[in-house]
């Protein structure tokens, strides 16, 4: 079979990487198309992903997001007019599936926070198999088109392209850490997401309240964030695309107001508070009923210290699984694409 695959955002490189791997370990060809956003195109580079860039991100108004989402899918299909590929693949790639549409190539998609309202209207009404975890509520993803579509797996997805994982202490090295003292850190909010259109004063609180206190290494989402950031002075902020699943693996303490860091955090067995002021998902509702991920309300809860060794054992899923979820929008020739509600 022949695959093409679409990453729009910088988490969506390491998600994949795995997927794409076992994909052609599996016999398949995989092509890969990039955005030119956040690390999207440093992390491809990083880890060996070799890709096509096509596009960058337009801005964070709706109406910006519009033209990017219509000028890129133009783009991708002028990409992949003439290619024949079997199937379309994107982790929350709008694009992709637009243009997938366009093309009358069958698409799959995959998310895990059910709540970016717009981002799944196209995507689950476009795609032929919607993988998601099974902690979010199936009747959740009806409205936007996914009923008969869905795939649902157990876990977190972290569990899945992490499963071969293994931290590398050369991460510190290379930004000049040392064992001797705390480690945190901290992602920055995703400002420029739909779901998250405010400034989160809370998480500005929270580097405050570190800076001085422990090693902080803080990973800005955009260019005007490193720009802030500088101007605060007392953090390490890498220039390029490091290792930071290695650094979130070796750090005593992880702060996001993000997503997939803090879930990485969470597979990886590192302490992790969330600042997230949206909505929040069912995947992170039940890690923080389970005790797994916590809740950050105000600074004054962070309390800088060495963590003791890992004694939650990792939990470690084939990444096969998801693979074979999203493949399955490829009906087999003369069936049409069944439900799988609750395949796992």
Known sequence: MRIWVDLTNSPHVLVMAPLIETMRAQGHEVDVTARDFAQTIELCERLDVAHTPIGRHRGAHVADKAAGLLSRSLALARFARGRRFDLAVGHGSNDVT??????????????????????????????????????????????????????????LKEEYYLSAFEPDPAVLGELGLTREQPI??????????????????????????????????????????????????????????IDAQSLVALADLVISAGGTMNREAVALGTPVFTTFEGRLGAVDERLLADGRLKRLSHASEVHVARRPERSVPRVRRDPAVLVAMLLSARPVSGSAPGSAEGAI
Request: net charge positive; with cysteine.
């Open 98 to 155: 637009v243009a997938a549409r366009v093309l009358g190539v069958p698409s799959a998609t995959a998310f895990d926070y059910e709540w970016a309202t717009v981002q799944h209207t196209v995507n689950c009404r476009l795609a032929r198999a919607v993988v998601v975890p099974d902690a979010i509520p199936p009747e959740r993803l009806y409205r936007y088109g996914a009923r008969g579509k869905l795939r649902r797996y157990p876990g």
């Open 184 to 241: 945190v850190v901290a992602r920055t909010p995703p400002e420029v997401s739909l779901y998250h259109r405010f400034e989160n004063d809370l998480f500005r609180d929270v580097l405050a309240r570190v800076r001085g206190e422990a090693q902080t290494v803080v990973l800005p989402r955009t260019a005007p964030q490193r720009e802030e950031l500088a101007r605060m002075g007392g953090f390490v902020v890498p220039e390029r695309a």
